[in-house]
């Protein structure tokens, strides 16, 4: 199993800003691709982005350019920092980390609610 140390969710005014962060002190991520996936109210879980161990990222196209996932591997811990949200981006978030063996491990989530 992998512990999750989730922080940085909240209520928000449409426009304004959080950063989500999500570290997994007993492992070391440095070669695992990091994701930040989202469940609206009602819905299915969702992509919203990722980055692979080489620094390449993916975005789903509701978030580009408002968006940014980043890692900081000497800490073990990931980073989605969320500008200009929108009621839409409400949800709860969740981190999920995959091994180089194809092992996913999921973060517990935390709630992210947008006013507008």
């Known amino acids: 199993q992998v512990q999750f140390v989730g922080s940085g969710g909240g209520l928000v005014q449409a426009g304004g800003s959080l950063r989500l962060s999500c570290a997994t002190p007993g492992i070391s991520f440095r070669f695992y691709t990091i994701g930040w996936y989202r469940q609206p109210p009602g819905k299915t879980r969702e992509l919203v982005t990722t980055?692979?161990?080489?620094?390449?990222?993916t975005y789903a196209d509701s978030v580009k350019g408002r968006f940014t996932i980043s890692r900081d591997s000497a800490k073990n811990t990931a980073y989605l920092q969320m500008n200009s949200l929108k009621p839409e981006d409400t949800g709860v978030y969740f981190c999920?980390?995959?091994?180089?063996?194809?092992?996913?491990?999921w973060g517990r989530g935390t709630q992210v609610t947008v006013s507008s």
């Open positions: 999920q980390v995959t091994s180089p063996g194809s092992n996913v491990y």
């Open positions: 980055v692979t161990s080489g620094g390449i990222t």
